[in-house]
């Protein structure tokens, strides 16, 4: 069974980095497709970033292109994903999640990914 473990969140500035990863066990990731997820309180979890299992396909939230850059180490069974230049609309829950791929491509709906982690807490102050 494939379990999945966010770490890396906490308080951060705005303008500040941080660097989310999601490690896997129980299962190699490596013929995953991989995906981050955030809920802002009150609000639907979203689709950040995801991965393909050769990583040659990413997709990004429009929001969030060119600060953020989503990564994979099949050797250490993880997927991360760096954040820079933080805002406060990206405060939320952060979740990874994962299934085996359905396209050619990696997609950003929630429906695609059978596997998820706890979570970790993202809070970037106004």
């Known amino acids: 069974q494939l379990q999945l473990v966010e770490s890396g969140g906490g308080l951060v500035q705005p303008g500040g980095s941080l660097r989310l990863s999601c490690a896997a066990s129980?299962?190699?990731?490596?013929?995953?497709?991989v995906g981050w997820f955030r809920q802002a309180p009150g609000k639907e979890r979203e689709g950040v970033s995801c991965i393909s299992p050769s990583g040659d396909s990413r997709n990004y939230k429009e929001s969030v292109k060119g600060r953020f850059t989503i990564s994979r180490d099949h050797a250490k069974n993880t997927v991360y994903l760096q954040m820079n230049n933080l805002v406060p609309e990206d405060t939320g829950v952060y979740y990874c999640?994962?299934?085996?791929?359905?396209?050619?491509?990696?997609?950003?709906?929630?429906?695609?990914?059978?596997?998820w982690g706890q979570g970790t807490r993202v809070p970037v102050p106004s």
């Open positions: 129980g299962v190699q990731l490596t013929f995953y497709t």
């Open positions: 999640a994962a299934d085996v791929p359905l396209y050619s491509v990696c997609v950003l709906s929630r429906k695609d990914y059978t596997y």
